[in-house]
């Protein structure tokens, strides 16, 4: 057995504020949305798995085959 050594975590997390909030209530669209989540940061999974293969630590195949 030899665990998670060796494997490389992607991830994304989103952060619930009062803006987001607001915005989910009223039901907005997907374009609005998005909009707000770039404006305040917000990294998607696939682009923490491109930010790693631009970094050289996984590879645009791997990072497919997990994400695709």
């Known amino acids: 057995h030899t665990g998670y050594k060796g494997q490389l975590q992607i991830t994304e ?3 619930l504020n009062p803006e987001l ?3 989910l209530h009223r039901q907005a669209d ?3 949305l998005q ?3 770039k404006q305040n940061g ?3 999974f ?3 798995g491109l930010d790693k ?3 050289g630590l996984s ?3 791997e990072l497919l085959r997990v994400a695709g």
């Open 13 to 15: 997390a989103l952060t």
């Open 21 to 23: 909030n607001r915005l």
């Open 30 to 32: 997907f374009d609005e």
């Open 35 to 37: 909009e707000h989540l």
């Open 42 to 44: 917000f990294r998607s």
């Open 46 to 48: 696939l682009h923490d």
């Open 53 to 55: 293969v631009k970094a």
């Open 59 to 61: 590879t645009l195949d």
